[in-house]
C-alpha cells in the first residue's frame, strides 16, 4: 500500500515560507484547518464553508486534494499574477506542501484605533476595586488568631484615611494565597477589595490595574489604566481570533449552532485568549504581571457578549432574536481562565437588545456630550453589523443593521484589512481613476474607506449609473467571464460585485436611518448631531458617504467623527461604577427596534439601492 | 535481560480476591499506593511512612520485595494464623501476586451515626435559598426582551406570595441554562435564589434540596433536606478517603506540606469526592438528581476545612498554630467541581481556632438547650482531636486536645473500626475477661468503646496497676517477647503499648478540662452538664470513662450523650440563615486557648496519666 492510497494517514508538512512556519497537517483536514489549529490566522470569511473566497492560497510545492464539494474554481486574487489560487478551506495535503498565503489573506495587524480618540489620558476615578496597604502584627502563640483577622483587624485600626474599605467576604484564592504572600512580605500586604470582598492579596508596591476591552467582532482593542492615579498606560489592538470561525456574526452563530460538539467552547476560548493576550502583551509592554490586573470591563455586540461568556445562541441567531441576558454580569476572570488577578472580575457591560450590545452602549456613554448638544441626534458605529441610536425628546431607540463586511473591505473581490498597501483614498485625476494606499506602498487591495470612496468616485465618473451598473466603454472599465469591473490600480479589481455588495450594504444603513426617524415622526434634516463613532468611521470621507446616499445630506458641521467611542467608554466603565451605572441605564433605557422583520424595512431598502 | 533485573518496569497485576477485584500495580509504587489509585481502601493511619502497622496484607501468590527501609516485621494481625503478615505500604509486587488484606486493615462502611440523634426530622425553615415557579410569555418578534428579563418582568407581576424573590443578578451558568430550559418547558421555570442571585433554573416541579455534611477526620456524614418541607429525606455515613493519606490531622498534614507536588491537590480532592459522593449517593436513594441540591453547608475541623477549601495548611500544623482563614466561607460548589446545581454554594461552617472547627461550632450550636441549663456546662467531642468548650458565665473557652486515634481503636495492636466483629463490651464474668461484638460476630478487634471498656475492666480486675503496668500472673495475661498482654479472645489482645496509648488519650482529655477549668477557677464538681456529642461518645460507657479517669466523677445524671450534634447542627446551619448567623457568632465568641505550648499543661499531663 503506498501513501496514495492512504492520503490521510499520516501527519504531513506544510510550509509556510513568508511566516517561517512549518506545521503539521493531520486526520484529513484542511489547510485551513491545520493554519487555524497552529494559530496561523488566514482570512476566512465565511467560516470555512467555502463560500467567501478569502482564504487563498497557492500551494508552490507538494500535492493536494480538492474538496469534491468545492464549487467552482474562484477568480484569482490578483489577476496580474499567474499563479493557481485555491480555497485553504477546500483543499487538503496529500505530501509535504509548500504553502503561500495571498497578501490579502494575511490577517494583519489591525488598524484598530486605540489611541488619541478625544477622551483625556487621565480618567476620573470612581473604581469598583479599592486598594490600600496595611501592616500586621506577627502571629505568635500568644496572638495566633487567623490570618484573615490578624488583616481585619489592622484595617479596623483608624491608622488609615476615614472611609478605609472593610472585609466582609474573602474570595476563595486570596484567601489560598494570603498566608505565604503575608509572611514574605514580612507580614505587609497590599489589598484589594472590591465592595467588601477581598478579591486580591499582593506585596506592598504592587500595581493596582484596570484591563478595559472592546471585543469587537473583527478586533479587539485593549486598554491598560492604572486604577490609582487614572492613568491609560498602554493600548493595543488584536485581531478577534474569532474571525477564523466567520467574519460575520452569523458565520459565527451558524457554526455554535451547527457545527461540531464543543463548538461554543471552541469560540468561548477564542475570545477569552483575545482579552488574555490583551492583558499579557500590555502589561509586558509597561514591565507589570498580568495578575497585577484587579478588574476587567469588556463591551461587545450582543453576539461577542454571548459567545465569550458561553451563554447559547440559538435563540439569537433566528427569530425572534431573543437574547439570555441583556443587563450587565459580572463574573469572576477565572471563570473565564483569564492569566489575570484569580479574585479579578470581569464586567461585560449591557446589551441593547437584538445585536446591539455593549459596545453601542459604550459609544452611547462617551458621546453623551456630544448627543446632548442637540434635540435630536444619531450615535451610528459602522461595522459588519451596524448599531444606530436616534436619540429625540428624552426617547432613544436602537437598531442593528447587517450592513454585512463590504464597507470594512469583506467580500470585495480585492478587499482587504487596513493595512500597507490598501488603497484608502480614492478620486479622479484627469478623468482616469487615482489611488492613494496607507504606507504609500504599491496597492494590494482595498480597505473600507477605499470601498467608499471608489463607489463615488465611479458615480461622479459616471462608471456606475444610478442602477448600479458599471458602465462601458472607458479607459478604466474591464471585463472578464462577462462581468465588469473598474480597474484600480494593476491587479485590484472593483467589479460589478462589489458595487452590488456595497449598494447592499449602504441601502441597509440609510433604510435603518429612515425607519427610526419615521417611527418619531421626523425626517432626516432634523438631525442636528450626526455622531459617527468606531474605528472605521474615523477614516470614512463623509462626501462620499453621502455621494453614495449612505448618509443623508446634512450641512457638514453636524457630522461629528469621534473615533473609537466604544473604546472611551468602556475606559470610562473601568475607572467609574458611576459611569456602570450610567451605562446600564442608558442600556435599560434604549427601545430596540427590530428591522429585518419590517415590512416597511424590505420597501425602504429597496428604494434605498440605487444612487438619487 | 529478565525481568528480574527490571522489576519495575511492566505493569504488574495484583489480585484482591476478598473484594474480586484485580488492579495494576505500576512504576515501583508500593502495595498500598497501587490500592488506593485504584479506590481499593486499606486503613493507613500514619499516611504511608511505615510507622503504624494498620495496611497489614498476605501475599499468597507471587513475589514482593520489601522496602529497605522497613522496620523489623510487625507482630501479626491475628496470631491465631500462620500466615506472614506484610505491611501493604513498604512492599512492591516484583511478580503477579494475588493479596489478602487483613479484615482489620479493610476500611469498613463506618458506624456514622446518621439517624436518630435527637433533632427533629422536620427543622425550622429560614433558607438561603428561596425557590419559586414562573410562567412566563412566549418570546414573539413584538416581545423579544432577553430570557432573564422575561424572568424578571413575570416575577415582578402580583401574582405570587407578597415578599416574591426579586432578581438582582444571575449566576452564569443558570444565564447559560435559561433559554434551553425554558423552552424545553414551555416557559415554564422553577426558579432558585440566593438573596438575590438567581443560582438555578430548572423545569418545574423539579425539588430543591439541601446537603449538610459534617466532615470528619475518619467519617463523612451527609443529610439530604428537602428545602421546602424541611424534612430530611435521607442520610449516609462515608469513610473520608483521606484516610487512605493517614488517620490523624498531622499525618495529612505533614503529606501536604512535605509531600510531593500536587499533595494538597490530593487531599482536596478526596474532600470533594466523599461530598460528592454524598450527594450523588443521597439523592440516588430517594431518586432525585443530584443537580437538585441548591445549597450545601460543610462543617469540619479547621483541618478539614483547610484542606477541603485549598487552603495552605503549613502555618496550621506548627507554631504558632495560625489558620488562614477562621470565619464562614460561601465558595461556589463548582469551584470544588461537585456535581450539585453549578450555581450553588458551598457554606463552609465557621471554626474558632486552633483545630477546633466548624463541627465543634455546629454541636455548639445543636447542644445549646443543653449547655443553657446550667450555669457552667462543658461540651467535649471525642476523637482522633478532642474539642472541648467551657461554658460559664458568658464566657466560652475552647480547646483541642490530640487525643490521638486510641480511643477510636487506632493504633491499638487488634484496634479496628466499628464494624461487625469488632468488640465493643468488655467486662468481667466469674473474674475473667468477657466481650461483647458488635453483630455478635465472632471477636476479629477492638473498637473505641471496647477499649475504654478494656482499660476499665483491667484497672477493676487489678490486672492493670496505678501506673499502667500490666500485672501477672493472671489467667488473662499473657505475654511474648518480652511484652505483656490481656487476652480478650483467641487472637485479640490488648498489650503493654495499648494500655499506654489510652492512658496518653485519657490524660490529653482530661488535662484540657481540668485546665479550662482552672482558667475560669473552677473545679471539676461546677460543672452542672457535661455534653458529650458525637458518634463515638454516643457508644462509650460514661463509667468506663470515670472508672479510667478521663471524665470526672460528677454525679451520672450531669452527663448527655447527645450523639452526631455536629451533624445535627449543620442540618440547622442548612435549614436557616438564622443559625448560620448564630454559628458565626458562637464561633466569634469563642475564646480558644491552646494547650500544647503551656508549661503548666505537661505538669497536669503527667498527673493524669496515671489512676487514682
Request: glycine share 10%; aromatic share 4%.
Amino acid at each position: 500500500m503506498t501513501s496514495r492510497d492512504k492520503p490521510f494517514a499520516r501527519a504531513l508538512t506544510l510550509n509556510f515560507p513568508q511566516l517561517g512556519r512549518a506545521i503539521t497537517a493531520s486526520g484529513g483536514e484542511t489547510v485551513l484547518q491545520s493554519a487555524r489549529r497552529h494559530g496561523i490566522r488566514i482570512v476566512g470569511a465565511c467560516g470555512g464553508r467555502g463560500t467567501c473566497g478569502a482564504c487563498m492560497v497557492h500551494i508552490s510545492d507538494g500535492e493536494i486534494e480538492a474538496d469534491h464539494a468545492d464549487p467552482a474554481a474562484p477568480s484569482p486574487a490578483a489577476p496580474a499574477n499567474r499563479k493557481k489560487w485555491v480555497r485553504a478551506c477546500r483543499v487538503r495535503a496529500r505530501s509535504n506542501c509548500t504553502v503561500e498565503v495571498a497578501p490579502r489573506s494575511l490577517a494583519p495587524v489591525a488598524r484598530a484605533d486605540v489611541a488619541g480618540d478625544g477622551d483625556a489620558d487621565l480618567l476620573r476615578l470612581d473604581a469598583a476595586v479599592a486598594s490600600c496597604e496595611v501592616h500586621v502584627a506577627e502571629a505568635t502563640l500568644a496572638d495566633n488568631v487567623a490570618d484573615i483577622d490578624r488583616v481585619i483587624r489592622a484595617l479596623a485600626l483608624p491608622i488609615d484615611a476615614p472611609g478605609a474599605p472593610s472585609i466582609g467576604t474573602v474570595d476563595l484564592v486570596a484567601a489560598q494565597q494570603l498566608p505565604q504572600t503575608l509572611r514574605d512580605a514580612a507580614w505587609s500586604l497590599r489589598l484589594c477589595l472590591r465592595g467588601s470582598e477581598l478579591i486580591d492579596v499582593a506585596p506592598p508596591g504592587s500595581r493596582v490595574l484596570g484591563l478595559a476591552v472592546d471585543l469587537g467582532t473583527t478586533n479587539a482593542a485593549g486598554f491598560l489604566v492604572d486604577l490609582q492615579s487614572g492613568a491609560r498606560l498602554a493600548s493595543l489592538g488584536l485581531e478577534n481570533p474569532q474571525v477564523a470561525w466567520g467574519a460575520d456574526l452569523i458565520s459565527r452563530i451558524d457554526y455554535t449552532v451547527g457545527g461540531p460538539a464543543g463548538a461554543a467552547d471552541e469560540l468561548r476560548a477564542a475570545a477569552a485568549a483575545a482579552i488574555d493576550a490583551l492583558a499579557h502583551d500590555l502589561c509586558a509592554a509597561v514591565g507589570a504581571r498580568a495578575t497585577e490586573i484587579v478588574d476587567v470591563v469588556v463591551c461587545g455586540n450582543t453576539a461577542m457578549h454571548h459567545l465569550l461568556l458561553g451563554l447559547p445562541v440559538r435563540q439569537l441567531g433566528r427569530a425572534p432574536f431573543v437574547a439570555a441576558v441583556r443587563d450587565a454580569m459580572d463574573v469572576k476572570a477565572r471563570e473565564f481562565g483569564l492569566g489575570v488577578s484569580p479574585g479579578a472580575y470581569v464586567h461585560v457591560a449591557p446589551n441593547v437588545g437584538g445585536f446591539v450590545g455593549g459596545d453601542h452602549v459604550a459609544a452611547l456613554l462617551a458621546t453623551e456630550s456630544h448627543w446632548r448638544a442637540a434635540a435630536t441626534s444619531l450615535v451610528m458605529d459602522i461595522g459588519t453589523n451596524t448599531e444606530i441610536s436616534l436619540i429625540h425628546d428624552g426617547v432613544f431607540l436602537s437598531a442593528s443593521s447587517p450592513s454585512g463586511p463590504a464597507l470594512e473591505g469583506g467580500h470585495i473581490s480585492c478587499g482587504m484589512r487596513a493595512a500597507e498597501g490598501a488603497i484608502e483614498r480614492v478620486g479622479l485625476d484627469g478623468g482616469r481613476l487615482a489611488v492613494r494606499t496607507i504606507g504609500g506602498k504599491a496597492p494590494l487591495g482595498l480597505c473600507g474607506s477605499g470601498v467608499l470612496d471608489t463607489l463615488a468616485t465611479l458615480r461622479r465618473a459616471g462608471i456606475v449609473d444610478r442602477r448600479g451598473r458599471i458602465q462601458a466603454p472607458h479607459r478604466d472599465v474591464g471585463g472578464q467571464d462577462g462581468e465588469r469591473f473598474a480597474v484600480l490600480a494593476p491587479g485590484v479589481h472593483f467589479t460589478q460585485a462589489d458595487v452590488r455588495a456595497v449598494q447592499l450594504a449602504k441601502a441597509a444603513i440609510r433604510t435603518a436611518v429612515d425607519l427610526l426617524l419615521a417611527d418619531v415622526g421626523l425626517e432626516a434634516p432634523a438631525i442636528g448631531r450626526f455622531i459617527i463613532a468606531g474605528a472605521f468611521g474615523a477614516y470614512i470621507d463623509i462626501d462620499s458617504a453621502v455621494a453614495i446616499g449612505m448618509f443623508p445630506d446634512l450641512p457638514r458641521e453636524r457630522f461629528v467623527q469621534v473615533g473609537n467611542a466604544a473604546g472611551a467608554g468602556v475606559r470610562q466603565m473601568l475607572a467609574s461604577t458611576a459611569a456602570r451605572s450610567r451605562a446600564r441605564q442608558l442600556a435599560a433605557g434604549c427601545r430596540y427596534v427590530e428591522m429585518s422583520t419590517r415590512a416597511q424595512f424590505q420597501r425602504a431598502f429597496m428604494h434605498n439601492i440605487g444612487f438619487h
